[in-house]
């Protein structure tokens, strides 16, 4: 590839790809733009001149720091610590902020501009609200670290219109429902459901289960970690860490599950992969996709593994449980509410509750409750 240099550039022609090409540098970042064939510009100088005609300079240097820079040292010193809070941050950074705002300095970022980029972005309400509240965290973070002057944050003023606007109404399954989806689905992933349903747990924190967390003579089970992709970590909040009662029927259904298991030790995982010869628990995709199955198999539609959590949070209503107890069983903290206020509701209410839910789930399974695990 030869080379002609010049004071804000060079030109250079690619002979595999057959075309001139023009880069420069932008501070420390290299960059380039396609001129053309040599059919269009047989020589260098032509290719030369059509850089002239497109008037391409190199950009003067900026003084001040570019909101890439700012997201490098954010993701070094301020990025969560959850894997899935991260990774969620960080296609947020890939996907949305950096291609729009990655070579802008940072002190140049303006409400209005933001707003109405916000509004063309192809999301959700609530993900255009996540972006938003991202922005908002790195123009803190700026601030905090020295590179901005304390101010009012500009992306305070920056308007997410029907944000609290939902584009899918969360589904939850009728009893029928969800007995004929217990019918289709296969063990383990039957009683995943059932514990899920029964409990409101994430799918997270039921494939976060061992044996050891299954308190057999109390009729008690422990939520204490949760898994994304494969990475075990905390649960979701400090107030989803919780003991739960169990039923009787859920209970046995565990014990069952346990004896038919080949791994069964007290630190083994409740739901361990064959796959990964019990090092690690069902992955969320293969969950995913046996729930697919068997929905379809049902004739249900389409379902995803949270479905549960708000099948938990109806039926809840269903056996008329008192909202305060609901907020508590589904470990929810929302300061927005005065349910945390009014202090705490009596353990036997939530235990109540919590055996009328199991009654729901287990109603019309006798004989499914009795097949043997696959």
């Known amino acids: ?24 540098y932008d501070g420390l970042i290299r960059r380039s733009k396609r001129i053309g064939t040599k059919r269009e510009f047989p020589t260098k100088a032509a290719a030369w001149m059509e850089v002239d005609h497109l008037q391409i300079q190199q950009q003067k240097p900026q003084h001040g720091d570019t909101v890439r820079s700012v ?15 991260a990774r969620v941050y960080r296609c947020c950074l890939k996907n949305h902020i950096l291609p729009k705002w ?11 501009p933001v707003e109405l980029w916000l509004r063309e972005l192809p999301l959700s309400p609530k993900s255009k609200t996540h ?14 670290s020295g590179i901005l002057d304390i101010s009012r944050n500009p992306i305070s003023l920056v308007r ?11 589904r939850s399954l009728t009893v029928e429902q969800f007995q004929a989806l217990l019918t289709e689905l296969q063990e383990p992933f039957a009683t995943m459901a059932l514990l899920s349903v029964c409990l409101g747990l994430r799918i997270s924190e039921a494939l976060g289960l061992r044996w050891s967390d299954v308190n057999w003579i109390a009729s008690r089970l422990s939520v204490q970690r949760g898994i994304v992709n494969q990475i075990v970590g905390d649960v979701k909040t400090r107030g989803s860490a919780k003991t739960f009662d169990v039923a009787v029927e859920l209970l046995d259904r565990l014990k069952s599950c346990r004896q038919h298991s080949d791994f069964s030790a007290a630190e083994d995982w409740v739901f361990a992969s064959p796959f990964k010869l019990g090092r690690l ?15 379809k198999a049902a004739g249900i539609g389409h379902i995803s593994s949270h479905v549960f959590r708000h099948t938990y949070r109806s039926w809840l209503d269903a056996v008329k449980t008192p909202i305060a ?14 349910m945390n206020i009014y202090g705490d509701v009596v353990t036997d209410e939530m235990s109540t509750a919590g055996l009328r839910v199991a009654e729901l789930a287990f109603q019309f399974n006798g004989a499914q409750a009795e097949r043997e695990t696959s």
């Open 325 to 338: 107890v609901q907020q508590k069983m589904m470990r929810h903290q929302d300061i927005r509410t005065t």
């Open 160 to 170: 997410n219109i029907g944000a609290t606007r939902t584009v899918r109404k969360a």
């Open 71 to 85: 997201i490098v040292r954010y993701e070094a010193e301020r990025m969560p610590s959850r894997p899935s809070t």
């Open 1 to 24: 590839m030869r080379v002609q240099r010049h004071t804000s550039g060079s030109v250079r022609y690619d002979k595999r790809r057959k075309t001139w090409n023009y880069l420069w």
């Open 131 to 144: 972006v938003r509240s991202l922005m908002h965290g790195l123009l803190e973070y700026a601030m905090w």
């Open 281 to 295: 628990p069902y992955s969320y995709t293969g969950t995913r996709q046996e729930l697919e199955r068997a929905s």
């Open 102 to 112: 990655g070579d802008s300095l940072i002190q140049d970022i303006q409400p209005r």
